[in-house]
């Protein structure tokens, strides 16, 4: 692939700008001035749009194709969450408009979304209360261990343990450990969820709180979740609810009322705003009545007089997190799509996600191995441990196959509880049609296994580069680019 660098023709030329007809220099200082050109690549104007509408045409995403990406939630961000977040009365607001302490008029709309939203977010999770400021999942879950370890110290307890299961998203020991405490794994059942026996002989008072990724990475929701909070909480401990993919259950039931004292949400990923390449993103946590008191300032509050105003006067408060308002503008698209979507909306989101996965699951377990074949939820875990045995073929193989029929590859490896796994979320705004052309992929790839396993160890022969030694790539990267004008 040719850099437009590359494409630079001498003498070319795209645009022919007017006539200066100002004086062509002040009084600079002599350092301050080029001693050689300005060094474009010249290229016509048809060069140049090809040239940007070619790279253009290289992106994968939502909007190209499908993108199955497990414990993900790739799915679409609807035009309209776009539209409006573009409103210039929203997106050229500054944070730092006046009187914001004091509830300047200018940023009343803004405040009421964030105030909205928390109310919106209640009702959907029966959590009493929301911080809208973290930026990630993963921020969210830090600052929920922050308000974990905040309760702790306010009630004198000593406490140095994080429980998380095996079956946990990645970020949640991360988060654990940054925080400061030690990580304890509980093991999973031959049901592939939590073991319950497990965790009652891992309990004593060190215990701060369990960290439960629901429904867990296998797509799988715990049946003892109830029995789980009672149990953590008979130490005094408190149980948090990872809810980045909320669209498995929203609707059906809420964290709240299972007995959850912390929830986090991403919105950027239940609640239709864009993701993918490192954010922007939005990691509401919400809190249970007795850690209301410990949530991050500044928080929105609605005043007498019907006003909201930012406050940040919260005497046990863990204190700032995240500037200002958060990723205001995600948490204003997640309000339009709540608001679009409304109860039975929401309801159909997570009814949908969780037929379409198990869908994918029923058409392809004839064809891949199934580890754990009850009903899941929004995601499905395959391996291609069959294909390795007999064939030689890997979960990753199949994935770079998968890419040359124009897929994004499931997520890969993981959970580690299952060999050669492959982590399928179909989300639920994808059709029929859709999902029997990735099911027909998937099967046509385990033909190739088995025939042509070279074809396979060969994928993708369709994109600009082929197979990367992913290591190399990540150790020693070449990121250096040698400009055939500046030598
Ligand atoms: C994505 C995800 C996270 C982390 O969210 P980030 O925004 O990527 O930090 C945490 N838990 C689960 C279950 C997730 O799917």
């Known amino acids: 692939m040719k850099l437009i660098f590359d494409k630079s023709v001498p003498g070319r030329c795209g645009v022919m700008p007017a006539k200066s007809d100002v004086p062509t220099s002040v009084n600079l ?96 999770t029966g959590m009493a209360g ?83 990724t629901c429904p867990n990475t296998l797509g799988l929701f715990n049946p003892e979740i109830k029995r789980i909070c009672d149990l953590i909480h008979s130490v005094d401990g408190l149980v948090y609810y990872d809810g980045a993919n909320l669209n498995a259950v929203m609707g059906k039931v809420r964290p709240g009322d299972i007995g959850f004292d912390i929830v986090h949400l991403n919105l950027h990923k239940t609640f239709a705003t864009p993701h993918g390449g490192g954010g922007p993103g939005a990691g509401p946590v919400g809190v249970d009545e007795k850690l209301l008191g410990f949530l991050p300032v500044s928080l929105v509050v609605k005043r007498d007089d019907g006003t909201f105003a930012l406050e940040y006067n919260r005497e046990k408060s863990i204190g700032y997190i995240a500037p200002f308002y958060g990723n205001f503008a995600i948490v204003l698209r997640a309000y339009a799509y709540i608001l679009m979507l409304g109860k039975e909306g929401c309801l159909r989101v997570s009814e949908n996600a969780v037929l379409n996965a198990n ?94 396993p070279e074809q396979l160890k060969a994928a993708p022969i369709s994109t600009p580069v082929g197979r990367l030694d992913e290591a190399t790539a990540a150790r020693k990267p070449n990121i250096s680019y040698n400009c055939p004008l500046c030598g």
């Open 359 to 452: 869908y994918i699951k029923e058409r392809l377990k004839g064809h891949y191995d199934l580890p754990y074949r009850q009903v899941c939820k929004h995601e499905c875990v395959f391996s291609a441990g069959n294909l390795l045995t007999k064939y030689g073929i890997s979960a990753l193989d199949i994935a770079k196959g998968l890419i040359d029929a124009g897929f994004h590859p499931p997520t890969m490896y993981f959970p580690m509880t299952v060999r050669e796994a492959l982590m399928v979320e179909p989300t639920e705004t994808e059709s029929k049609e859709t999902l029997d052309k990735f099911c027909d992929a998937m099967i046509d790839l385990t033909e190739i296994a088995k025939n042509n």
């Open 29 to 124: 200082k002599p350092e301050l001035l080029r001693n050689q050109d300005a060094q474009f690549p010249e290229l016509s104007e048809l060069d140049v749009v090809r040239h940007f509408t070619d790279l253009s045409n290289k992106n994968f995403g939502v909007d190209t194709n499908f993108y199955p990406l497990g414990s993900c939630t790739m799915k679409y961000n609807p035009k309209v969450s776009e539209l409006i977040a573009s409103d210039t009365g929203f997106a050229n607001l500054h944070p730092l408009l006046p009187q914001l302490r004091g509830g300047g008029m200018l940023t009343q709309g803004a405040l009421q979304v964030i105030y909205e939203t928390d109310m919106q977010l209640r009702e959907i």
């Open 130 to 212: 929301f911080t809208m400021q973290p930026m990630a999942g993963a921020h969210g879950e830090l600052t929920g261990i922050m308000i974990i370890a905040a309760y702790h110290r306010a009630n004198g307890n000593k406490k140095t343990t994080i429980l998380v299961p095996d079956t946990a998203h990645g970020t949640n020991p991360a988060s654990a450990a940054i925080a400061g405490y030690s990580v304890k794994t509980v093991p999973s059942n031959k049901d592939g969820v939590m073991d319950f026996d497990a965790l009652q002989e891992m309990m004593d008072d060190e215990v701060a709180g369990l960290m439960l």
